[in-house]
């Protein structure tokens, strides 16, 4: 993925979440130079790779493929310095603008609609072989459990949120035709290097052509501490 359209995307994210008024932390935008002069006070951004994640999956079609989101708190597990058993991230979502299908072995999370438009969800179970199964099951949308047909595709509103217990496959996106939106997730504690299963050979922190000189760094590249 080139540096210019990471940079570029952390810009549209970051003015829209202002838009719809919602504040990041100061670290959101902390230069590269100034992460060179940081020291272990900022691990824990560091180690549980909080900030600003922009990929596209390795696929090379990031206005189709692809995700900008931001950490803004998450655990570690077996990591006793950081005992936090949740997380939470927000993403911006562009009209059609996906990851790849995929699901989580371990991680529950809600998919929350912050605001703006239409998010639509697509979801089956995962069975023992790791393929979707085909057979109802059931889900919680926004309190109320629901009966789901395998590969049904969901509309979340603005306010309403599904949970998705581990092993759900999923893919989301935003709704063509109503804009972009801002979805939140809740989860128990991501594990993003080695807690997801995707349907198709995908990267999920994809090397990056450095076609310009990075504005903010990505939460997989942080230099280690002074």
Known sequence: MKRSEINRAVEEA??????????????????????????PEADEIRDCMLGWDVTDFGRGDFSRIGRTLFTLRNGRHSDPRYPKV??????????????????HMSKMEDIINRGGGSILITLWKAGPDNRPLDEAFSLVVSGVRREISPGATLRIEPGESICLPPRTLHQFWGGEGTG?????EASSVCDDRSDNFFMEK?????????DEPPRWLLCSEYPKAK
Do not use: C, T, V
Request: glycine content about 6%; overall charge negative.
């Open 180 to 184: 972009p939106s801002l979805s939140g």
């Open 14 to 39: 970051a003015q829209f979440f202002e838009k719809m008024n919602f504040r990041l932390p100061s670290y959101a935008f902390w230069s590269p130079e100034k992460w060179k002069d940081l020291g």
């Open 202 to 210: 995908s990267e999920r922190f994809p090397a990056i052509d450095e």
């Open 86 to 103: 949740y997380s939470e991230k927000i993403i911006f979502n562009p009209e059609g603008q996906r990851a790849p299908l995929h699901f």
